[in-house]
């Protein structure tokens, strides 16, 4: 089974991210759903725990707002490492629209992004098949401390500096 | 300068063993090639047509004497003994093993450099005025807000993969300016309000490359505590929507432009309004903290009696005091530019032992501090005006003292072809054919400031479009040619240069600049600027003596 990083440790991937195309009849066991599938059945799907969304980079996670407590799961896809758009969606959902739940990286998430995307908010992590996991891991600790607040540290270190 | 505390060095150290492990696992397999390049690249390692090429973050110009000795030493050890001042006064080796660099970045550690953000599509390093902190004009020292933008910006976890490079320029002098804010990504100009309050007016979407644009006016006035949150707001709206599909299109004036600067504006507003205020934004505290690193030195005062009558009696000293030294704020100092700009050394370039004599210049002269100038030559700030022919004297020995400071042949100029794979054709030598043209110094002076700026390919790191004469090398059938643009501007009245007309081959360049000259000459009135002249007369006259049939 595919592998996860969640709260710093690796843990079995159980969560089938489904097309964009996907119906909702395919929706069995976990499943992230794609945003526009997701939205057209929120209502059905309320409290439903099986069921995660996610968002690819060109789209936005405003929509969510008004479902945000009901979902378990919201990934956020990295069509290539380098389109870094999803950094900021992440931020905003945390940031922005209070969303307390699970942030996934799916998609081309590699070790050496693992702790710019922790700082954004993600705490959860489908590294890329091949990437090794555990080193990916110790990526989350590459530094230890930063100049700017983000999601996993509310002060800049200006107001921390000793 | 700034100086730094554990929290800095600690960020710094941790980089180099990150990229040292990022190097590792590139050379043993499990980094593939197309994932350590974006990673390499922003510790500024690019791998160029001859070598890599290393570049090191100089911010916002400042180099300390130790600096430049420790420079001087890599140069040897791991280069071929020289290293390369850029026009974003960074610092640059062109021939550094891959294997070698995380070594170079762990000695550049130990004086508080680092290669960090350099390259790749990221926030760069900060550039502003080569004479911040030492002109009586300026509202205040810039280098403060400079250093409180580097930190702010070094890892930002947000904007470290952007859809394009992104650079930000800060000026504090009203009506120069030195850091050409206009043609960068983002342009803070340093201003006071009505009450006295300090604050930015800010500019977006200036650049060059193959779309050159003066940037847009987005805030008449950003109150100075909340720079850093207004700029996480500017990099969001750009970050979310700007182009990704196309590497040409994707710089922030291509998004400014499409959406227009107001509806841009705008957008940046609504960000920031989740976030102004916040705990990121900036505290007095902070910024007197910064202020600290930048205190004037001890300055002393001196007679200047001997100095007037060494300007009277040598007419070569004085006529370098008048082109290479500016007048400082402090009574008896003087801003000194040493060039790098001699004819027949590529512009910019220094080899180890003349970094070193510069290292020595700047402990002997100038509190033990130089910058890097946008011009590629070096600043020494804090000169007595007393001992200023003793500095001559050694910078001529040197080859430092060429009196050609905005000349014509003061020119900048990319690596080209030379040394960067992404070349059209060289630079280096078109621009020693010309020094070599225009070598009558007398001469020079009579055609007064001139900016002739070269760049190798569209990317404009010569910045060609601003020069007030401009020359791009393009690829005409898989050779070589150059294509002249006259009118361009860097400062206050910024200008991008219109072109001439068809290129013309390497060995026509020095004919060309020269007809060009000769027109301008002939057309000038009085002291006249080459710049202005142009703006009265227009292109017409130069195109016709240009192209005119040699029959
Ligand atoms: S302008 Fe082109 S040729 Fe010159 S350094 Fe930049 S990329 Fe290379």
Redesign the pocket.
Known sequence: MPKLIKNATIIDNEWLTLEKDATIDAVTGKALLPLALYLENAAALSDNSNVGVWIDSDERADALEPHLNNIAVIAINFPKFVDGRGYSIARILRDQLGYQGELRAIGDVLHDQMFYLKRCGFDAFAVREDTATEAALAGLSDFSNSYQCAVDEPKPMFRRRG | MYKYDDYDRKIVQERVAQFRGQTERFFDGTLGADEYLPLRLQNGLYVQRHAPMLRVAVPYGMLSSTQLRTLARVSRDYDKGYVHFTTRQNVQFNWPEIKDVPSILEELAEVEMHAIQTSGNCIRNTTTDQFAGVVEDEVLDPRPYCEIIRQWSTFHPEFAFLPRKFKIAVNSVPDVDRAAILVHDIGLQIIKNEAGEVGFKVFVGGGLGRTPVIGSEIKAFLPEKHLLTYLDAILRVYNLNGRRDNKYKARIKILVKAMTPSVFAEAVEKEWAHNKDSDATLTSAEIDRVKTFFVAPDYVSVSNAEHEAQLAANPEFANWVKRNVNTHKQDGYAIVTLTLKKTGTPPGDASDKQVEIIANLADKYSFGEVRVAHDQNIVLADVQQARLYELWQEAKLAGFATANLGMLTDMIC????D???????K?IPVAEQIQLRFDDLDYLYDLGELELNI????????H?HIGNIGIL?VDKRGEEFYQVSLGGDSGKNAAIGKILGPSFARNDMPDVIEKIINVFVENRHDDELFIDTYRRIGMDLFKERVYAKAD
Do not use: I, R, V
Request: net charge neutral.
């Open positions: 990319c690596p080209g072809g040394f960067c794979g992404l070349a059209n054709a630079s760049s190798g390919c569209m990317n404009a790191c010569g060609h090398g």
